[in-house]
């Protein structure tokens, strides 16, 4: 009867050793699974600009304000959507913004935000990254963001990681 309780007990600290180890060897990225990649903020943009072309803008603009809408919103991962004047057409993480113009909007180190968003989209790509800070929806904390967006028309889509 001992020797069952003993070795039993030696089996149980072996796994939980091996499971430690493999605990300790992931990957740095796998530890940080609570926020959303640069290819998957990339990839919502592009399935909310397929949406707005497809669908419209008011069945796109529905589905991005919608927070149980997975394909546009995951983790710290949401859609906006601006205008090139700089209203605001659809937040998927703060619905009050919907209808008023940022234009002027800087950050808390000065950073003129949306300005910035449509001097990118604006180039001849209409496409591309802009940092600036931004309160996390996660952590309520303002962190570092940077949002990649595309231009559909006269409009700004876009979405974006904190580091």
Known sequence: ??????????????????ASFIICAMPA???????GSADEAIA???RAVAMIKADGKEK??????DPA???????????YVYDMNGVTLAHG??????????????????KAVIKSLITTASTPAGRG?????????????VEQKSGY???????IVGSGIYK
């Open 1 to 18: 009867m001992k020797t069952s309780v003993k070795t039993a007990s030696v089996k149980t600290g072996i796994h939980a050793l091996v």
């Open 29 to 35: 990225t796998a530890w940080a699974a609570p926020r």
């Open 44 to 46: 919502m943009t592009k």
């Open 60 to 65: 796109a603009f529905a589905a991005i304000a």
């Open 69 to 79: 809408n997975t394909s546009f919103h995951d983790r710290d991962l949401y859609i």
């Open 93 to 110: 993480n703060n619905p009050k913004m919907v209808g008023k113009n940022l234009i002027d909007l800087k950050d808390n180190e000065g």
């Open 129 to 141: 990254w802009v940092d600036f800070k931004w309160p996390n929806p996660l952590t309520k904390v």
């Open 149 to 155: 967006i595309e231009r559909v028309d006269n409009m």
